[in-house]
Structures are given as structure tokens and as C-alpha cells.
């Protein structure tokens, strides 16, 4: 029942006084992953898998006939105890060029070794294959020590072509408009001040943000863009 509860956390997320801080986040991963899911296929490996919550979305589509969600043995964190494989971490444990598709959402900006597992996607990779990739670029420090890096399209694309991946695009996953109603949440439920102040704040900042939201367009990734994540679509 928990594990359901925290999948619809990711799927059904409702702008609500509970989700000020994650709403403008999950909202744009999930629209990247409902807007590229129609184009993973075969068996698909999940990285960093957690609890899975896309799963069932993606198999919706057809085109995905194994779905393997990957994730460490043990973490203080997260629930890995659901996924399909476990890992130390590593070296992923698959074959050579065994999976057509991977899923890797928010995933890279928690391993140090970016270069390290980029390589390995591309060796379990078949040829052709796709990866849909989503980091954010916008983001308190979180799950410490492990977080790592805050990727530009730039570095990002540098890393993937050093593996081998030949085509590589990217795309915000937000603009200015949900940038700052994405800080707004997070300084609402965040920033030092009274139980008293926060929720008569809350209510003042609920229908900015949804406006915010409501205006926003995904930008040009160029000089004087801001964004809240970077959504990308990789094949070997």
C-alpha cells in the first residue's frame, strides 16, 4: 500500500500545500518521460530504479516487453528492496549490449563517476538503443553525502560522447516562469521562519506558483537560459 501511495506521489501529483516543494519537479519529469515513453522499447533497464514509479506508464505504451529495475542492495534512503536486480554500485551486472532501452531518471547527479557509468550504459546498451535521461539543475543539496553534480547540457553532452553515443538531444524541462515557482515551493517549506508565518505565506503563494506554472515555456538552451532540469534523449 506505501509503495502505491508514494508511485501516484509521482503520477497523480496535485499542486496541494503538501507538494509546494515538489510539484513544479515531478510535474515537468513526468511530462519528459510521457512525451518520450512512446519511444523505448524491448527490455528496458531503469537505473537507479527506486520504486519504480514510471513502470506502469511506460508499459502502458506496448513497445516495452521487460521491464528491469536496477538499484543498490542496500540504501538508507530509498526502498530498493522492490527492485528486479541489485548492484554494488559499480559495474552494472548485464551482459554486453543486452538492453534495448534505459531509463535514468535523476539518477546521474548521485554518482561520482559520471564518465565511469556513462560507459557502462553504453556497453549494456544494444545498438540503437535509447536512453531517456532527466537531471535537475535546480535543487537544494539532497540525500548527502551523495549528491553530487548539477549538469549543464554542455558537460553532459561531453560525457555521453566520450562513451560513444552519436545522437544526443537535450531540452529543458522548464523555463523562468516555473524556475522561480520551483524556488518559491522549495523556500516556503525551507527557509527559517515561524509555524504561524509559513501557512499564512502558503496561502499567498499557491496561486503564484500555479500561474507561474501556467506561463511558463520551455526555452532555448543558450546564453541567458534558466531552467529547472534537463530532460535528454540518447542513442547509441
Known amino acids: 500500500m506505501k509503495n502505491r501511495q508514494e508511485k501516484d506521489e509521482f503520477i497523480n501529483i496535485s499542486l496541494t500545500n503538501e507538494y509546494l516543494t515538489s510539484y513544479v519537479m515531478r510535474r515537468a519529469i513526468l ?24 513502470k506502469k506508464l511506460i508499459l502502458s505504451f506496448g513497445k516495452v516487453t521487460r521491464y528491469i529495475g536496477l538499484d543498490l542492495d542496500y540504501s538508507t534512503i530509498h526502498d530498493t ?9 559499480i559495474k552494472i551486472p548485464m551482459a554486453d549490449a543486452s538492453v534495448d532501452s534505459i531509463l535514468a531518471t535523476e539518477f546521474l547527479e548521485h554518482y561520482a563517476d559520471t564518465q565511469y557509468i556513462v560507459n557502462e550504459m553504453h556497453r549494456v546498451l544494444k545498438p540503437n538503443g535509447l536512453i531517456v535521461i532527466t537531471v535537475p539543475f535546480i535543487w537544494p543539496l539532497h ?3 551523495h549528491d553530487e553534480y548539477r549538469f549543464t547540457p554542455f558537460s553532459l553532452r561531453r560525457f555521453l560522447t566520450n562513451a560513444g553515443f552519436k545522437q ?19 523556500w516556503i517549506y525551507n527557509a527559517p521562519m515561524s509555524y504561524i508565518k509559513r501557512i499564512f505565506i502558503k496561502r499567498i503563494i499557491k496561486p503564484i506558483i500555479k500561474l507561474l506554472i501556467r506561463k511558463d515555456r520551455i526555452p532555448v538552451l543558450n546564453d541567458g537560459c534558466m531552467m529547472t532540469g534537463i530532460g535528454g534523449i540518447v542513442r547509441k
Open 31 to 54: 511530462e519528459f518521460i510521457k512525451k518520450t515513453a512512446p519511444s523505448l522499447n524491448g527490455t528496458l533497464l531503469d537505473i537507479g530504479c527506486g520504486i519504480m514509479p514510471y
Open 81 to 89: 528492496s522492490v527492485a528486479d536486480l541489485h548492484w554494488n554500485g
Open 143 to 145: 540525500e548527502t553525502p
Open 168 to 186: 544526443i538531444e537535450f531540452s529543458a524541462t522548464g523555463g523562468w516562469h516555473a524556475s522561480l515557482a520551483l524556488v518559491l515551493g522549495l
